[in-house]
């Protein structure tokens, strides 16, 4: 789970990380006052969404003086930012962070992940910082350090000042920089973090260390043990085919596809959407109903597959197990007498009870496309997408 800037930041600020003074607005009104607790100028207006590449797109402003605050916020408040990670619909602007200026002298980066092939965490740090991170890593690696911690002791002291003499800083900021890194990775830990960076961290003018911006991202399976973390959820920021999903347990992933899949298991899911390449056409999400799926939750899968204008035909593929294939079948069924059903459906059985699955499609008397096994899926879907194509034409 994302989180915007002004809060990953007062969360920082918590673990003993300097942060800009700042007050976040709703209303150009609000952007005002905020601006006038501030000081006398000039400002840095902040369009809070959760996507990267603001300032580029425009969704960060300097002001000068707080004549320009309430104009400036009017032009940004209420409309869709575009940036390079948000698709081309955007992220609604709803709240702003408004902060006093800072005068840099120099930008590094910090930040912890999880290294999945070491299994720990890895402190990231570059002198280089406020550039996007994984390109500099992939152009040029050598200007990324990477601290390999140990999860039984954390990161000890030694390796964050190791990390310091890799940023060629003077000798002075050494311990509000190492106290920065120590602070960002306990964040990390006791918040089931599965990302935490500050870029950059900057050094001002005057010799002080402040996060200028900061990008947190929650573990979703370790929510229930951080509600505090999980208030924080702005739905406004999702899609809403997939926080639909979430209501009712299911594993929703939006794509840019054309054919809406349905597939209970992730393996099996990835599996289809490789078929559904295969076959010529793309997949337009990823959705695991999961093993306990009930006949509800098939229905409501089904009714956001129809929900999605880009679907334009509906592959569902279930091996039964836990799942067993009659449930399936009936909610499939109960689903596409509810709905309106505007397009051609392929569905592939097999497993716990497929024949009797197959014999409640049979009986339905809708049109369901029944292939025999995952190369009739192919063939079936193949041909249907070309079919699709030729009346599109």
């Given at each position: 789970m994302k989180i915007h800037e002004f809060q990953a930041k007062k969360l920082l600020a918590e673990y003993g990380v300097p942060i800009p003074r700042g007050?976040?607005?709703?209303?150009?009104?609000?952007?005002?006052?905020?601006?006038?607790?501030?000081?006398?100028?000039?400002?840095?207006?902040?369009?809070?969404?959760?996507?990267?590449?603001?300032?580029?797109?425009?969704?960060?402003?300097?002001?000068?003086g707080i004549a320009d605050?309430?104009?400036t916020a009017r032009g940004m408040l209420g409309k869709a930012l575009v940036t390079a990670q948000t698709g081309e619909k955007?992220?609604?602007?709803?709240?702003?962070?408004?902060?006093?200026?800072?005068?840099?002298?120099?930008?590094?980066?910090?930040?912890?992940?999880i290294d999945r092939r070491r299994a720990c965490p890895v402190l990231l740090a570059s002198?280089?910082?406020?550039?996007?991170?994984?390109?500099?890593?992939?152009?040029?690696?050598?200007?990324?350090?990477?601290?390999?911690?140990?999860?039984s002791v954390g990161l000890r002291p030694f390796q964050a000042k190791r990390v310091f003499y890799g940023f060629g800083l003077d000798e002075s900021l050494s311990r509000p920089v190492m106290a920065s890194a120590i602070g960002l990775y306990r964040l990390f830990i006791e918040k089931d973090l599965s990302l935490a960076e500050i870029n950059p961290l900057v050094v001002t003018e005057d010799g002080d260390i402040?996060?200028?911006?900061?990008?947190?991202?929650?573990?979703?399976?370790?929510?229930?043990?951080?509600?505090?973390?999980?208030?924080?959820?702005?739905?406004?920021?999702?899609?809403?085919?997939?926080?639909?999903?979430?209501?009712?347990?299911?594993?929703?992933?939006?794509?840019?596809?054309?054919?809406?899949?349905?597939?209970?298991?992730?393996?099996?899911?990835?599996?289809?959407?490789?078929?559904?390449k295969l076959a010529g056409a793309e997949p337009a999400n990823f959705l695991d109903v999961g093993g306990g799926a009930t006949s509800e939750m098939v229905r409501e899968a089904m009714r956001i597959l129809l929900f999605d204008k880009d679907v334009k035909m509906m592959f569902i593929n279930i091996f039964g197990g836990i799942l067993r294939c009659d449930t399936l079948a009936r909610g499939v069924v109960e689903a596409a007498r509810e709905l309106v059903i505007g397009i051609p459906i392929v569905v592939r059985l097999e497993g716990t009870n497929v024949?009797?699955?197959r014999r409640i499609l049979a009986g339905s008397g809708l049109a369901f496309t029944v292939a025999s096994d995952l190369a009739d899926a192919a063939q079936k879907v193949g041909e249907t997408v070309r079919r699709i194509g030729r009346i599109g034409e």
């Amino acid at each position: 789970m994302k989180i915007h800037e002004f809060q990953a930041k007062k969360l920082l600020a918590e673990y003993g990380v300097p942060i800009p003074r700042g007050r976040i607005a709703r209303t150009d009104e609000e952007a005002l006052n905020a601006a006038r607790q501030l000081g006398e100028g000039p400002f840095v207006l902040k369009a809070q969404i959760h996507a990267g590449g603001r300032g580029k797109a425009g969704g960060i402003k300097v002001v000068e003086g707080i004549a320009d605050i309430g104009r400036t916020a009017r032009g940004m408040l209420g409309k869709a930012l575009v940036t390079a990670q948000t698709g081309e619909k955007g992220k609604p602007v709803r709240t702003l962070l408004v902060e006093e200026s800072v005068n840099v002298v120099k930008e590094i980066y910090i930040g912890v992940v999880i290294d999945r092939r070491r299994a720990c965490p890895v402190l990231l740090a570059s002198a280089e910082g406020g550039v996007e991170i994984e390109k500099l890593a992939r152009e040029r690696p050598d200007r990324v350090i990477t601290e390999v911690v140990d999860p039984s002791v954390g990161l000890r002291p030694f390796q964050a000042k190791r990390v310091f003499y890799g940023f060629g800083l003077d000798e002075s900021l050494s311990r509000p920089v190492m106290a920065s890194a120590i602070g960002l990775y306990r964040l990390f830990i006791e918040k089931d973090l599965s990302l935490a960076e500050i870029n950059p961290l900057v050094v001002t003018e005057d010799g002080d260390i402040v996060a200028l911006d900061a990008k947190i991202v929650a573990d979703d399976n370790a929510l229930f043990r951080h509600p505090d973390i999980a208030g924080l959820r702005d739905v406004s920021q999702e899609d809403p085919l997939e926080v639909e999903a979430a209501k009712h347990n299911l594993n929703y992933i939006k794509l840019k596809g054309n054919v809406g899949c349905m597939v209970n298991g992730a393996g099996l899911a990835m599996a289809t959407m490789d078929l559904i390449k295969l076959a010529g056409a793309e997949p337009a999400n990823f959705l695991d109903v999961g093993g306990g799926a009930t006949s509800e939750m098939v229905r409501e899968a089904m009714r956001i597959l129809l929900f999605d204008k880009d679907v334009k035909m509906m592959f569902i593929n279930i091996f039964g197990g836990i799942l067993r294939c009659d449930t399936l079948a009936r909610g499939v069924v109960e689903a596409a007498r509810e709905l309106v059903i505007g397009i051609p459906i392929v569905v592939r059985l097999e497993g716990t009870n497929v024949e009797e699955g197959r014999r409640i499609l049979a009986g339905s008397g809708l049109a369901f496309t029944v292939a025999s096994d995952l190369a009739d899926a192919a063939q079936k879907v193949g041909e249907t997408v070309r079919r699709i194509g030729r009346i599109g034409e």
